[in-house]
């Protein structure tokens, strides 16, 4: 394939760039720039706005919100969102439940949940992981038992992410533990405000507060609510996770975070010229840019392909993009913390500023905890040993 954008390409591209730019609040984006996370409003407020302008979902089916674009358009759009540090829409709701729903769901369902999952009035949490069922998923335990026109569901989720915000949960939950189990799963949607769900915080070595644990009590769960056919859920899941793993990628997330890294290395002076000079930082950070630039190029193939054959299985190179993609997220928050030193302390309103310092360092923000955060990226989505296995065995052919 040809991996140079072609004029058309880059002409959308431009059109990209000027609308997260000038449609966004600078206020939020202003935020993302500094290193701070999105509040639960600033995702709601960009969400809707790219709803509006329909922009929430271009990777959807028409009908439901989507744009007939290329795969290269898709990744061109979600690279220039994360330049401008506009906060993507809410994966669960878009890149999880939604493609999930419109592939699989019922006609019910699709009229019922799509339109509100794009303009996050429905704002959806992932049930997957267990507490001994987080990279070897299909060991769940959470069940799911028939009851007449209803489920009953009993069990525990983790690592739950932004579950205190969510109304609404879909969830893997086993309905024949008598089969095999990935064939004994299925997908079903849980009102979060149901008699007996509790949620209950996790709070993360990053003094933040991000995942939960979410418990299930005889919680009763209408039939209609179960996605495509009983016990075909880890189906739908690895559909989910594919459309997962070629995203979190993140290339203009880590793109982003290189230009704010040159910034600061060429405001910090070390053995009297700026850092950015240094012959040793100069080493990591081309290192980096060129590791980055291949992993693109890599998912570019990936796009390319889907382009000319359709979607259809999940391709298993996604996992080599997570794989990569992940370890290369976390060089570039290594390196940020690098570049800053003492000043990558964390500052937020809630911890005092240290001695000597009047205001937090410039571009210091959340450096930390940031750091600290981004360790999760080889473990979700699949750890990465997961990767390597799944890249073993269906690539490798080991």
């Known amino acids: 394939m040809d991996i140079a954008l072609s004029k058309e390409e880059r002409a959308f591209a431009e059109r990209m760039r000027t609308f997260f730019r000038s449609e966004i609040p600078e206020e939020i984006r202003a935020k993302g720039a500094r290193g701070e996370h999105a509040s639960r409003d600033d995702i709601l407020t960009s969400q809707r706005i790219l709803n509006e302008h329909g922009l929430a979902v271009p990777h959807w089916p028409t009908e439901w919100g989507g744009q007939d674009w290329s795969p290269v358009q898709r990744h061109l759009y979600a690279e220039e969102m994360l330049l401008a540090h506009v906060p993507p829409p809410l994966a669960f709701n878009t890149q999880m439940v939604g493609p999930v729903i419109a592939t699989f769901g019922s006609q019910e369902l699709k009229e019922r949940f799509l339109p509100k999952t794009a303009s996050l009035d429905i704002w959806w949490c992932q049930g997957f992981s267990e507490p001994n069922a987080g990279s070897d998923l299909a060991s769940l335990k959470t069940t799911a038992v028939r009851d007449g026109d209803d489920y009953i569901v009993n069990g525990q989720k983790t690592w739950t992410t932004l579950g205190q ?32 769900i509790t949620v209950r915080p996790i709070h993360l070595i990053d003094g933040g507060y991000e995942v939960n644990e979410v418990f299930f009590d005889n919680v009763r769960v209408p039939a209609e609510n179960l996605v495509g056919e009983e016990n075909k859920g880890w189906d739908y899941a690895k559909f989910l996770l594919g459309n997962e793993r070629t995203g979190v990628v993140a290339v203009g997330q880590t793109k982003a975070r290189i230009q704010r890294i040159k910034r600061l290395a060429a405001q910090t002076v070390s053995d009297g010229k700026p850092l950015l000079e240094d012959p040793l930082f100069k080493a990591r950070l081309t290192k980096l840019e060129v590791e980055l630039s291949a992993i693109e190029m890599s998912v570019l193939r990936v796009l390319d392909a889907e382009g000319r054959h359709g979607p259809g299985k999940p391709d298993p190179v996604s996992s080599v993009l997570k794989l990569k993609g992940s370890e290369l997220q976390q060089e570039a928050t290594e390196l940020l913390v690098d570049v800053l ?5 964390a500052y937020r309103e809630d911890l005092s500023v240290p001695d000597g310092f009047d205001t937090p360092p410039e571009g210091s923000l959340d450096a930390f905890p940031t750091y600290f955060n981004w360790r999760k990226a080889s473990i979700y989505s699949g750890s990465n040993e997961v990767q390597r296995t799944i890249i073993a065995k269906a690539i490798l052919k080991f």
Do not use: H
């Open 165 to 196: 915000y969510a109304q609404w949960i879909f969830c893997l939950v086993r309905t024949d533990p008598e089969a095999k189990k990935q064939r004994g799963i299925s997908f079903l949607l849980m009102d979060m405000d149901d008699p007996g």
């Open 341 to 345: 030193g003492p000043n990558a302390l």
